[in-house]
Nanobody
């Protein structure tokens, strides 16, 4: 099993920045594909960004972003590979929602955008932009 703990959410004015962190523990061999999702009230959970931690033999790391956050959000991982970050800049009110970290998923194609392809989830951290 993998345990995921998110932190870094909060309230910010439009145009501001936040940095979310997701610490993974347990069977971290299952964390090659990790992602951030968000869910606004009354809406389904949507993929925001993904990070594939591949070996250099297979092309190294790869990232994906939702069109709505491209150029504003940056996903990264620490050297140890057990912490994933989501740097969110130029935040907009429509970025408001609960943000979840997910692991043991499928990063190929558009699968990373779909919640059902991920096995492990954190408890979520709230982001509010006004």
């Amino acid at each position: 099993d993998v345990q995921l703990v998110e932190s870094g959410g909060g309230s910010v004015q439009a145009g501001g920045s936040l940095r979310l962190s997701c610490a993974a523990s347990g069977s971290t061999y299952s964390t090659n594909c990790m992602a951030w999702f968000r869910q606004a009230p009354g809406q389904s959970r949507e993929g925001v960004a993904s990070f594939y931690y591949g070996s250099s033999y297979f092309g190294g790391a790869a990232t994906n972003y939702a069109d709505s956050v491209e150029g504003r959000f940056t996903i990264s991982r620490d050297r140890g590979g057990n912490v994933v970050y989501l740097q969110m800049d130029n935040l907009k009110p429509e970025d408001t929602g609960m943000y979840y970290c997910a692991a043991h998923g499928v990063c190929s194609g558009d699968h990373w955008k779909v919640a059902k392809y991920f096995t492990y989830w954190g408890q979520g951290t709230q982001v509010t932009v006004s």
